[in-house]
């Protein structure tokens, strides 16, 4: 069944209680980790756009977005040659940010998903000034 609009970025159904949720061009920051790639390319093939990755070395920004052919590049990088994020600025042009975080670019969601306790208050104010939705289950 086709999902029923919401919004500009997002959609959903009502099944009983549950909700069908469908992404639809939506901004997305993204940290990176070996459990985070299914998610992304779920994501990208719901149409979502993937802005950000990051490393423990810093985040690379592609306003184009990360898509499947930028996805597949970035995990043999991590997971064949144990490369960093900056090498993906350096061969698609973007913006690389070392040592910091993601979580001040402008996104409509972020997804950090490394480490625990990763998004302190300063970086939840700067995600929401910045656009960034947050919804409750």
């Known amino acids: 069944a086709a999902c029923e609009s919401v919004s500009d970025h997002s959609a959903?159904?009502?099944?009983g209680e549950k909700k069908l949720c469908c992404v639809f061009m939506t901004e997305i920051c993204i940290e990176i980790c070996d459990v985070v790639m299914p998610s992304v390319e779920k994501l990208i093939s719901l149409g979502a756009k993937v802005v950000t990755m990051s490393d423990?070395?810093?985040?690379i920004y592609d306003p184009d977005g990360i898509d499947r052919e930028k996805l597949d590049y970035i995990m043999e990088l991590k997971n064949l040659y144990r490369g960093r994020i900056r090498e993906y600025?350096?061969?698609y042009g973007c913006k690389y940010v070392q040592g910091a975080r993601p979580?001040?670019?402008k996104c409509?969601?972020?997804?950090?998903?490394a480490t625990q306790n990763e998004l302190n208050g300063d970086d939840a104010k700067?995600?929401?000034?910045?656009g960034c939705r947050i919804r409750r289950r």
């Open 12 to 15: 959903h159904q009502k099944r």
């Open 56 to 59: 423990s070395d810093g985040y």
């Open 103 to 105: 979580w001040g670019e």
């Open 89 to 91: 600025a350096e061969q």
């Open 108 to 113: 409509d969601i972020a997804m950090p998903s």
């Open 126 to 130: 700067t995600l929401l000034a910045n």
